[in-house]
């Protein structure tokens, strides 16, 4: 059976947090934010091997502790996402047909049902997928002059999530063109091969860690699985 490997992209600085130290490295109940990502992916039976790319001049990673077991670390991070993941991919070497999970380093609250339910339902895809949430709120296209353009139809429309769960060969050919400004996460590098991922429901609680104010939501919901 295909391995699966899981792989988080944790070269960036998090400019939009506006802290001097990268939000991945920032305190969340009482341990450095990628700890508690890393956790949920390290205790998945169904994963092997969990990789974390870090830039080669990473200042921060050194200076904890991290007792995760499964743990590489892969200093060949890029300027962008899709650039540390293709040269994350290029590290570990994997066998073409190994699953390769994709987990955004800020994504802090995956839960361990919504992880098993991605991999229960790909295992035997034939592309591959991602977790995603459909559109709940009105959505709206704004002018430059910052007031609304048109109403946006969300029917059909989804939140793409992490991880994003595709066969490292596969993957490895998407982001040829790691530094193509269409490729946003792995999902559109497939679609630009001509594939169409499949969409997994994820939770409103697989947020992405952006703005120093989400950092005491996290707290709350780690705080809360913990009681």
Known sequence: MSDCIALVPAAGHGSRFGAATPKQYLPLAGRPLLAHTLDVLCRNAAISRVAVVISPGDEWFDSFEWP??????????????????????????????????????????????????????????????????????????????????????????????????????????????????????????????????????GEAQNFKVTWPQDLALASAILAARKG
Request: aromatic residues 2%; negative net charge; glycine residues 8%.
């Open 68 to 201: 995760q077991p499964k743990l590489e670390v892969l200093r060949v991070g890029g300027p962008s996402r899709a650039e540390s993941v293709a040269g994350g991919l290029a590290a570990l070497a994997a066998d073409a047909d190994d699953w390769v999970l994709v987990h955004d380093a800020a994504r802090c609250c995956l839960s361990d049902g919504a992880l098993q339910r991605l991999i229960d339902s790909l295992r035997d895809d034939a592309v591959g997928g991602l977790l995603a949430q459909p559109v709940a709120d009105t959505v709206k296209r704004v002018n430059p002059q910052g007031r609304v353009a048109a109403t946006v139809p969300r029917d059909g429309l989804w939140l793409a999530q992490t991880p994003q769960m595709f066969r490292a060969g596969l993957l490895a050919d998407a982001l040829r063109d790691a530094a193509n400004p269409a490729i946003t996460d792995e999902a559109s590098a497939i679609e630009l091969l001509g594939h169409a991922p499949r969409l997994v429901e």
